[in-house]
């Protein structure tokens, strides 16, 4: 009776080992000391030192192990591989209870052709596979090159999630991210690195840095956290240089003379000597400041040394050791450092961290050759090109062919200047004709497999089907014109700031110039919500409701000031009220008194021929825009070159801003997903783009321009 079973057990026992290679996986938190290596630190956990650098990525150089470093070390086995990997808590109580990595075997396969410009890298994203699961199967990868053509084997899993997390609980604590911190603030306050975080907490996404308020986070309990209330007093050693007195030393460290004699008696017997070495308190830092309100964060690169950090973020070592204490310990590849808010260096801004200025043209690869699609309604189905005249008016009274054309006539002018850049591109333009039938039909073109971005189409619907009809292989669309969803569109790049945008760029450039002026807030009632934002920016803002239809002449000269200038924000989009109370402001204007006008958000009745412009200029009118100033550069000369000496309209300025921008990025990056992290705010003719990852919904552009009226002419001021 036993052979049977036997004879069926075996072969699956067999089966189950093969199938599931189970290893008890924990982890710890281990402090580097002193003359301690990754070989020494692996033995003493009996590890492998492999091991703990795939847990902590940052550690470049393992021969420079700093001091305090805070390594994330395995427990009981190696790690395991990052996909086909399960994690199960086995049966038992307390010190039996433990928690297993498994392995496992895929559930099927997918047949695959590999594309051009496919590579391992793509393959693993796109299928959500690691890159060694898929040269398992694929054997031949271990000995030639990925190539078109090629038929891969891709494994699919069964997606597990987690019963328990696999970390000591005794060594980390959960942590509530607090409005406006980031992941870099958190990094810093807690002196890891972000491979660190992102180990810790695995759910964290790696294509952006979104934290919400409330959201919680593993990280390592700090050292002493464990008793209440525990404090601790750090000093620097510092060298007494000549000529050095105690009110220059209290203005630097914030060290009063009575402390400074209370540590080091010698000074207290035979004074501050040159050449002594003394022992200062070092200022303590208040954690709960640590956010995107007080600092902006730099993570420091490999190689990186006293100097070069000096000179990029226009700090001495000394002011950075301040804010960054860790720093005693010397500088290390990864670590996060708090800049203040107003510092200015060789760098730019971006979601409160800093990043380096990148010259795009000089960081092109000029080997790659991206696929470009032009998708705009040029309206060749409602045009009859072959009578002129007929074709012009047509184009004239028709706004989208007429915005289509100023576009493409920018476009082709990028794409000559980027050619004499020596970059190649392979460009295919498509007439939607404000279809989404048409649009739908088009998306079957063999050219969308392998575009590496589309510009268009303009109105939401089509660009709405585009999005995501090419979502699924992660193709970048464009939207050259304000464009909505009722959808998240991860994929798409926002060329047009929001209202928003525009308002919060208006605010910052007035208290960036505000004195002492007056302000003053006059809006109607759809704009009621407006004047509650202003007052809100300045409290001590005069504001008036403007409950007729036309100007109160006599309230909005009593909110004016004889004494000091007004600044008056007018928020209406009435050509009526507009022309009422600018005719009442400039009418104000003394000798005594002067008045400046701004706006939040420019509508379309600011540009109304009815408007008194005469009155908009005496009052120096001021006011966000997507555009700058139209002059006369490079891409004007060019533009003419090609269209026998017509002047270019803001479309076609547009046009070239944007096709250049993607075309330079995707030389530098080959992918405008990946450009967008590491390239600050770019600028060219009459735009500029800084686009940031807005969770699901896309990528949005947030730079804009400040405009002001000066003289009747229009001038660009920021």
Do not use: C
């Not at 030192?49 to 470093?69: A, F, G, H, M, Y």
């Not at 496992?104 to 796109?126: A, C, G, H, M, W």
């Not at 008036?544 to 004016?560: G, N, P, R, S």
Request: glycine share 4%.
């Amino acid at each position: 009776m036993q052979r049977p079973f036997a004879k069926y057990f075996l072969p699956t026992l067999l089966f189950m080992l093969v199938s599931f290679s189970a290893v008890a996986q924990k982890f710890t938190t281990h402090s580097v000391k002193k003359g301690e290596t990754i070989h020494s630190i692996s033995t003493q956990y009996k590890t492998t030192p492999q091991s703990i650098l795939n847990l902590n990525k940052e550690i470049k150089n393992v021969t420079e192990l700093k001091p305090n470093t805070i390594l994330i070390i395995p427990l009981d086995a190696k790690a395991a591989e990052s996909s086909g990997v399960a994690v199960k808590t086995t049966s038992g109580n307390g010190a039996d209870q433990s928690v297993v990595i498994v392995q496992q075997e895929p559930t099927s396969f997918i047949s695959y052709k590999v594309k051009r410009k496919d590579n391992l890298f793509r393959l693993s994203e796109k299928f959500d596979v690691s890159q060694d699961a898929i040269k398992k199967y694929n054997k031949e990868l271990y000995s030639v090159q990925l190539k078109k053509g090629m038929t891969l084997k891709i494994p699919k899993y069964k997606k597990m999630k987690p019963e328990e997390n696999p970390f000591d609980n005794d060594l980390f604590e959960m942590y509530t991210v607090k409005p406006k911190e980031t992941r870099w603030s958190i990094v810093n306050k807690y002196g890891i690195t972000i491979d660190s975080l992102l180990v810790l907490n695995p759910d964290l996404s790696k294509e952006d840095t979104y934290l919400a308020s409330g959201q919680e986070l593993r990280l390592p309990k700090k050292a002493g956290s464990t008793i209440a209330d525990q404090t601790s007093q750090l000093f620097i050693s510092y060298t007494v240089p000549a000529k050095k007195g105690f009110y220059s030393i209290e203005k630097e460290f914030g060290a009063k003379e009575a402390e400074i004699k209370a540590l080091n008696p010698e000074v207290k017997e035979r004074g501050l000597q040159e050449g002594m070495v003394i022992r200062i308190p070092q200022k303590k830092t208040d954690t709960k400041s640590v956010n995107t309100e007080n600092f902006n964060f730099y993570e420091v690169k490999q190689g990186e040394g006293e100097y070069s950090l000096n000179r990029k973020l226009g700090l001495s070592y000394k002011e950075l050791l301040a804010l960054n204490p860790e720093l005693q310990n010397g500088l290390k590849a990864g670590m996060v450092l708090k800049i203040p808010k107003d510092s200015a260096g060789d760098f730019e801004v971006k979601n409160s961290l800093i990043i380096e200025n990148v010259d795009l043209v000089s960081k092109m690869n000029l080997t790659t050759k991206p696929n470009l699609v032009i998708m705009l309604p040029f309206r060749l189905d409602m045009i009859d090109v072959s009578n002129k005249t007929s074709a012009s008016d047509a184009i004239v009274k028709r706004k989208d062919a007429n915005y289509s054309l100023g576009l493409y006539s920018g476009a082709l002018v990028a794409l000559d200047s980027i050619k004499k850049l020596g970059l190649t591109v392979n460009v295919t333009v498509y007439d939607t004709e404000k279809s989404v039938e048409k649009t739908r039909a088009l998306l079957l073109k063999p050219e969308f497999r392998n575009a590496d971005a589309i510009i268009g189409p303009l109105d939401s619907q089509s660009l709405q089907e585009v999005a995501v009809r090419v979502g699924q292989n992660q193709v970048p669309v464009i939207a050259p014109l304000p464009a909505k969803s009722e959808i998240s569109l991860s994929n798409v790049f926002y060329t047009v700031p929001s209202d928003n945008d525009l308002m919060k760029h208006m605010f910052a450039y007035v208290k960036e110039n505000r004195g002492t002026e007056n302000i003053v807030v006059i809006a109607d009632d759809e704009h009621k919500a407006t004047k509650q934002l202003i007052v809100q920016e300045f409290p001590k803002a005069k504001s008036l409701q403007l409950v007729e239809k036309y100007a109160m002449k006599d309230k909005i000269v009593a909110l004016l000031s004889s004494t000091e200038e007004n600044w008056v924000f007018l928020e209406t989009d009435q050509l009526n009220t507009i022309n009422s109370v600018i005719s009442v402001l400039n009418s104000s204007i003394t000798d005594k008194r002067k008045i400046r006008v701004f706006t939040t958000n420019k509508g379309k009745a600011f540009d109304s021929d009815k408007i008194n412009h005469t009155h908009l200029s005496y009052l120096s009118f001021t006011y966000p825009s997507v555009d700058g100033e139209d002059k006369n550069d490079s891409f004007e000369s060019a533009y003419k070159r090609m269209n026998k000496g017509k002047s270019p309209d803001k479309f076609a300025r547009r046009g070239f801003d944007i096709t250049f921008d993607i075309l330079l990025k995707l030389a530098y990056k080959q992918n405008l997903f990946e450009a967008s992290k590491f390239v600050g705010e770019t600028k060219y003719s009459a735009n500029k783009f800084n686009y940031t990852r807005d969770g699901a919904t896309g990528y949005r552009n947030h730079s804009s321009y400040i405009m002001a009226y000066d003289e009747m002419w229009i001038k660009q001021l920021d």
